[in-house]
């Protein structure tokens, strides 16, 4: 089946700082999306991204469809932002949502 | 508007009951999902329903495990003779198409079987 690694899988950071999250897949995909699970576990949406780039705020998102992968980024990091950030793809090949390994996030004052 | 609502938040059963969860999906949308979260993981698939009928149903893990959704909108996830490796969160998901629309999750239902 596919295969979706993420990195890092634990990323620690200061507040202000920049930082960049990736997502490999293994097959070509028709939906990609990433969330952030916050502390409390409810799963945000970021951003449904399947190809190209999108921008929200401090947050980006690019994905290249064709080399099988999506950064996600965030910038000017606050402590907000900590929790878990999943990207989740379902492939041509699938009938379900497939869920990465997940960048656990730890933002300090 | 409302977001996808499932109920109860938390659960506590002994093992070998009966239990049953319920997903409020986002008004309107056709496809329903369903997923199960353990400690320390990514959600896993559990089932897709496509209006009332459930689209695939492989993510389910044995045949303790039914879920319904009688009138294209609500859906109940019903768990017979629970055991203990059943604890984890059952996430509900609604989109408003199909799979290649954006997923929107619901709160979870933490579900402890002692």
């Known amino acids: 089946g596919i295969q979706v690694e993420q990195s890092p899988p634990d990323l620690i950071l200061q507040e202000g700082a920049n930082s960049t999250l990736r997502c490999n897949f293994s097959?070509?995909?028709?939906?990609l999306q990433w969330f952030h699970q916050n502390p409390w576990g409810q799963l945000i949406n970021l951003f449904y991204i399947p190809s190209g780039t999108k921008q929200n705020g401090r947050l980006s998102a690019t994905t290249v469809a064709t080399e099988r992968y999506s950064l996600l980024y965030i910038s000017s990091s606050q402590t907000t932002d900590s929790g878990v950030y999943f990207c989740a793809v379902v492939t041509y090949n699938t009938d379900k949502l497939i869920f990465g390994t997940g960048t656990r996030l730890q933002v300090f004052p | 508007g409302a977001g996808v609502s499932q109920t109860p938040s938390n659960k506590v059963t002994e093992k070998g009951k009966y239990v049953e969860l319920r997903c409020d999906p986002i008004?309107?949308?056709?496809?329903l999902y369903w997923y199960r979260q353990s400690l320390g993981q990514g959600p896993e698939f559990l089932i897709y329903f496509q209006g009332t009928g459930a689209a695939d149903d492989s993510g389910l893990p044995n045949d303790r495990f039914f879920a319904v959704r009688p009138e294209g909108s609500v859906s109940t996830l019903k768990i017979q003779r629970t055991e203990r490796g059943d604890s984890a969160v059952y996430l509900c998901?609604?989109?408003?198409?199909?799979?290649?629309?954006?997923?929107?999750f619901g709160p979870g239902t933490r579900l402890t079987v002692l």
């Open positions: 097959d070509s995909v028709n939906n």
């Open positions: 998901a609604s989109s408003s198409r199909d799979l290649v629309d954006t997923q929107y």
């Open positions: 008004s309107g949308h056709t496809a």
